[in-house]
């Protein structure tokens, strides 16, 4: 059984920042999806713990940023340069795949979600 739990969501001004945090008890591929009300879930960012680029949603380029700290089972989301848009529930998932396939997925790929954190950017 894979636990995910996501932490660090908070309220942000435009252009600020927020990092959040997913701890993973395992799991190869964990990517970061966001919900905003009324809206499809959407993939953010992907990241493989054996290695290998990451890959982001053409929405988030360039200001944020998906990590790996295998010692302790985290993964982050470095988000920079927030916009009101990026206001959503985030949450991370997992699942078991090669890095060739760790990329921005559609959220049914995904076996395994935490509960999400709430992130809020007010203009």
């Known amino acids: 059984q894979v636990q995910l739990a996501e932490s660090g969501g908070d309220s942000a001004q435009a252009g600020g920042s927020l990092r959040l945090s997913c701890a993973a008890s395992?799991?190869?591929?964990i990517s970061w999806f966001r919900q905003a009300p009324g809206k499809e879930r959407e993939g953010v960012a992907s990241i493989h713990r054996g290695g290998g680029s990451p890959y982001y949603a053409d929405s988030v380029k360039g200001r944020f940023t998906i990590s790996l700290d295998n010692a302790k089972r985290a993964v982050y989301l470095q988000m920079n340069t927030l916009q009101p848009e990026d206001t959503a529930m985030y949450f991370c998932?997992?699942?078991?795949?090669?890095?060739?396939?760790?990329?921005?997925?559609?959220?049914?790929?995904?076996?395994?979600w935490g509960q999400g954190t709430q992130v809020t950017v007010s203009s």
């Open positions: 998932a997992a699942d078991f795949w090669g890095s060739e396939h760790c990329r921005i997925r559609s959220p049914r790929d995904f076996r395994y």
């Open positions: 395992s799991g190869e591929c």
